[in-house]
């Protein structure tokens, strides 16, 4: 990750609203002056080596920092962990996502990993066992006082139930069950040696160990250099594999994950929270895990769920409920054995078949689709039958082995006016909050194609009864047709999903939605030229976009400011003349998509600084709701102006927070996707 100046400002302000001022200084020295040891630390920060120690023992304990021991002077340099710093803003939306895939008490123990950082499975579960101990007391002295006042009353039997505490874990063995279901989801995975080493430090060791090892004699020649290269590649694997050492012991035991598969129909929508879909899964036929395992959150694979949901919501925005639906159950088999987002170029090949599992999509079949949907699901919704004559059976049913490269329409750049149905179709991706929806656990409702549609020639109800894999073939044949591609018909009933060219295509459709809020309709229009033509002449641009001159001109100045489109000064001779020189005007995708990343930092940033100076103002009113005679009791306790204050301020950090989130949104299309 490229730290700048906004996003180490940003990661030291994430930090100091999670985890206090002291972690927050010493993080954002770290980003500052690089990697340091802890002398170094007490000179940069002008703090007291107890104080320094507390606060890289709370960053290490989050797994926000780096450490490499030297081996001759036996001390520790410390470096800063930006992804991970940067991923607790997105604290709330994995546990939405936990939440919704998973159910609450999945999403209860995720919290408590989030809340705690890396943890021993011992340390959790005794945890968990004094919370469950707690409940059982309280329970039982809430009976017992109810016998004794029925005692007192002189009446027989029991008159109230003791109203037991809702936890949301109410067993050893129910936790159990949850964490060896988010360990095969690759939610969380294990604390290995070289956890804390940088990928840079571990690069390093990696190809020292192989030089000493396989070329002692040194590397010569290029097919020596090939060797090393899969030499360390081979190495870097195992390095990654260690975090997956708690799932292999579990998929050794395979006869537990079979039995609960069984019991809850496939596992995929069976929630976690010790019943099935069916009820009858049995939370002891899991198996046991390690107490001496150190576990934490996997931020990588959940990026990758994440990912799912951000593709999800923009089916559901184009085609409707029902095909969004079936979208939603294709990517969750696709990426079930997929590990991250984005491929390591250090490691990551595609001759290695292992990597293909983990870090390929593969395909997925028709028959497999069908089984995961729920019978209770309509596919007829959002299906409309075209006269015969107006079908291509050969184009419809055409199969792709390799993906398809980008088509430019050159007339679609240079149209006047309104936008065509596809620039509709890629402005919904700009979403405005986080979608609900999931593949899951919830059933398509009306929307935009949540109803049944009426056939033109009246056989309606014959077409209604229509085989459900032939409906479900219609919806995964019209996500193949689609302009964005969103799946690929790659053999005979099997599909699969383009992500490369795919998110390139979304990323596409932000910046168009944010040129389009910026410079308006021309400014978009004009950036569309550019984009398909190429670099244009300042002279030739007014012709080809029809437009003056002088409002060219104003517009294109507007854009470069903006960081939209660029211009290139190429002289006619050796001498640098500007009354002799051709300008010409160009769109830069990825300078234009940097440039819009850097902003939403500052943005960011801006909102979270705001927030802190409504806290500053609001003090006393937010010291006086933290009393304990207040808490939960606002209304009714405070004076009407005090609420008053305390309501607003309450509104404008929902609508910072809020800010914050749909920003990250076009971060994490941006840069992690």
């Known amino acids: 990750m490229l730290v700048t100046q906004s996003v180490a400002e940003l990661c030291a302000l994430l930090i100091d609203e999670l985890h206090g001022e002291l972690p927050s200084r010493i993080f954002a020295t770290l980003l500052n002056r690089g990697r340091s040891s802890l002398i170094q630390l007490v000179q940069y920060t002008s703090m007291t080596p107890r ?11 989050h797994n926000l920092l780096f450490y490499q021991v030297d081996p001759e002077t036996q001390t520790a340099a410390y470096e800063a962990n930006a992804d991970y710093a940067y991923n607790l803003l997105r604290t709330g939306k994995i546990l939405e996502m936990v939440d919704t895939s998973y159910g609450g008490p999945a999403k209860d123990v995720m919290q408590s990993l989030l809340l705690l950082g890396q943890t021993r499975i011992s340390d959790l579960t005794a945890a968990y066992q ?3 101990d707690q409940a059982t007391k309280a329970t039982n002295t809430h009976k ?7 005692e007192a009353n002189g009446v027989n039997g029991h008159s109230h139930s003791p109203k037991k505490p809702d936890l949301p874990v109410k067993s050893i063995a129910q936790l159990n069950s949850i964490l060896s279901r988010l360990v095969e989801a690759e939610l969380i995975d294990a604390v290995h040696a070289r956890t804390f080493q940088s990928p840079d430090d571990i690069f390093r060791d990696v190809e020292k160990e192989v030089i000493k090892t396989h070329f002692p004699n040194g590397v010569k020649g290029g097919k020596a250099k090939i060797e090393l290269e899969e030499s360390i590649a081979e190495g870097l694997r195992k390095v990654r594999s260690d975090s997956k050492s708690l799932k292999r012991k579990l998929e050794q035991n395979a006869g537990a994950a079979k039995r609960r598969k069984l019991f809850s129909n496939g596992g995929l929508n069976g929630s976690l929270n010790g019943s099935a879909t069916n009820g009858v899964h049995d939370e002891d036929t899991d198996p046991g895990l390690d107490p001496m395992f150190v576990i934490r959150i996997n931020y ?6 994440l990912r799912n949901r951000r593709l999800v919501q923009f089916v559901q925005e184009t085609f409707g409920d029902t095909s969004a639906y079936v979208y939603g159950i294709l990517l969750r088999l696709l990426t079930k054995r997929l590990s991250r987002c984005r491929l390591d170029p250090r490691m990551d090949t595609a001759d290695n078949d292992d990597e293909k599992e983990s870090s390929g999509p593969g395909f997925v079949t028709t028959t497999e689709i069908l089984d995961n949907l ?8 959002g299906l409309g039958k075209p006269a015969k004559e107006a079908i291509s059976v050969r184009a419809a049913e055409k199969i792709q082995e390799n993906p398809s490269k980008k088509k430019i329409k050159i007339e679609e750049a240079e149209v006047d ?12 991706a700009d979403s405005d909050g986080e979608s609900d929806y999931d593949s899951d656990h919830k059933e398509p409702s009306s929307g935009m194609n949540g109803t049944k549609v009426k056939f033109a020639d009246g056989a309606g109800l014959k077409e209604s009864r229509l085989d459900r894999p032939a409906m479900l073939r219609q919806h995964l044949l019209l996500l193949a047709e689609s302009s964005q591609r969103f799946i690929r018909h790659c053999g005979q009933n099997e599909w699969t999903v383009d992500f490369i060219p795919l998110l390139q295509a979304l990323r596409e459709a932000e910046l168009d939605s944010v040129i389009e809020r910026t410079s308006g309709r021309q400014g978009l229009r004009l950036a569309r030229i550019l ?10 641009l007014p012709n080809v976009a029809l437009m003056r001159k002088a409002e060219m001109q104003q ?4 854009m470069q400011t903006a960081g939209f489109v660029h211009v290139q000064e190429v002289p006619r001779d050796n001498k640098a003349d500007v009354k002799k020189s051709f300008f010409l005007w160009f769109c830069d995708v990825d300078k234009s998509l940097n440039k819009l990343l850097e902003t939403s930092y500052k943005t960011m940033v801006h909102c979270i600084q705001v927030l802190e100076v409504l806290r500053q103002k609001e003090k006393d009113i937010l010291l006086l709701t933290k009393r304990s005679d207040v808490r939960g009791r606002e209304k009714d306790v405070m004076r009407k102006e005090y609420y008053d204050r305390y309501s607003r301020f309450l509104e404008n950090e929902k609508k910072l927070f809020a800010q914050v989130m749909r920003i990250d949104d076009l971060v994490a299309l941006i840069r992690d996707f």
Do not use: Y
Not at 144 to 150: S, Y
Not at 419 to 426: G, K, N, R
Not at 555 to 558: F, N, P, V, Y
């Open 417 to 428: 006016g309104h936008a065509s149905a596809d620039e509709d179709d890629d402005s919904g």
């Open 300 to 305: 990588e694979k959940c990026l990758v769920d």
């Open 374 to 381: 729920k019978t209770s699901v309509d596919l007829s919704l």
């Open 51 to 61: 104080q320094i120690r507390h606060g890289l023992a709370v960053l290490l304990q």
């Open 130 to 132: 004094e919370k469950i």
């Open 555 to 558: 517009k294109m100045l507007e």
């Open 144 to 150: 017992m006082e109810i016998d004794d006042e029925n």
């Open 531 to 540: 984009r398909v033509k190429g670099k244009l002449d300042e002279k030739a």
